[in-house]
């Protein structure tokens, strides 16, 4: 089992960044990619971005290239999310997930309880 729990969200103004954390515990974090899901109220969860057990591949949603940033620490189980130029529309509940690296999330087995990220115009 791997257990993950984010935090960082909060609320932030358009144009604000935030930084999003997933600390992980139990099973061995760095044999897992890592990806970012999000949710915003009434639609499906989608794919926000993932990167490889190794770090050596990234991989991003085309509505957040260029503004978003993953990046993870196998010394310290963490992965982390940086968001700039945030929008109202990236308002979600955002997850991190372990798993296969891939922006399909049922190729992710474990995931944590979601963060809130509310972007205000």
């Known amino acids: 089992q791997v257990q993950l729990v984010e935090s960082g969200g909060g609320l932030v103004q358009a144009g604000g960044s935030l930084r999003l954390s997933c600390a992980g515990s139990?099973?061995?974090?760095?044999?897992?990619?890592m990806g970012w899901f999000r949710q915003a109220p009434g639609k499906e969860r989608e794919f926000v971005s993932a990167?490889?057990?190794?770090?050596?591949?990234?991989n991003y949603a085309d509505s957040v290239k260029g503004r978003f940033t993953i990046s993870r620490s196998n010394s310290k189980n963490t992965v982390d999310l940086l968001m700039s130029s945030l929008k109202p529309e990236d308002t979600a509940v955002y997850y991190c997930?372990?798993?296969?690296?891939?922006?399909?999330?049922?190729?992710?087995?474990?995931w944590g309880q979601g963060t809130q990220v509310t972007v205000s115009s």
């Open positions: 990167i490889s057990w190794s770090g050596g591949n990234k």
């Open positions: 139990g099973r061995t974090f760095r044999g897992y990619a």
């Open positions: 997930a372990a798993g296969s690296y891939s922006d399909y999330d049922a190729e992710y087995q474990y």
